[in-house]
Nanobody
Framework: QVQLVESGGGLVQAGGSLRLSCAASGSFFRINGWGWYRQAPGKQRELVATITSGGSTNYADSVKGRFTISRDNAKNTVYLQMNSLKPEDTAVYYC?????????????WGQGTQVTVSS
């Protein structure tokens, strides 16, 4: 089993920045890709950004040019640098990872970290 632990959320004013981190732990796993998702109150969870182990990235239109996803394969960690934050970015942000463990594939979620952007 692969566990994900997020950190870095908090309260920031509009126009500010935050950096989220998500570290994976477990035994004998290989991560093939990561994703950041978010869920605002009363809304469905939505994709924010993804990155593969090879470095290919994908972003939601709403965050393009403001957010940057990156990963450190050696540390089994993914980051989300969020700049020019807007009140509409307020949500619980979840980390997701997928890959393989001996004998099967896996997909794991973190517990979520709150990001609040004040106007």
């Amino acid at each position: 089993q692969v566990q994900l632990v997020e950190s870095g959320g908090g309260l920031v004013q509009a126009g500010g920045s935050l950096r989220l981190s998500c570290a994976a732990s477990g035994s004998f796993f290989r991560i093939n890709g990561w994703g950041w998702y978010r869920q605002a109150p009363g809304k469905q969870r939505e994709l924010v950004a993804t990155i593969t182990s090879g470095g290919s990235t994908n972003y939601a239109d709403s965050v393009k040019g403001r957010f940057t996803i990156s990963r450190d394969n050696a540390k089994n960690t993914v980051y989300l640098q969020m700049n020019s934050l807007k009140p509409e970015d307020t949500a619980v942000y979840y980390c997701n990872a997928w890959g393989v463990v001996p004998g099967t594939a896996f997909g794991s979620w973190g517990q979520g970290t709150q990001v609040t952007v004040s106007s």
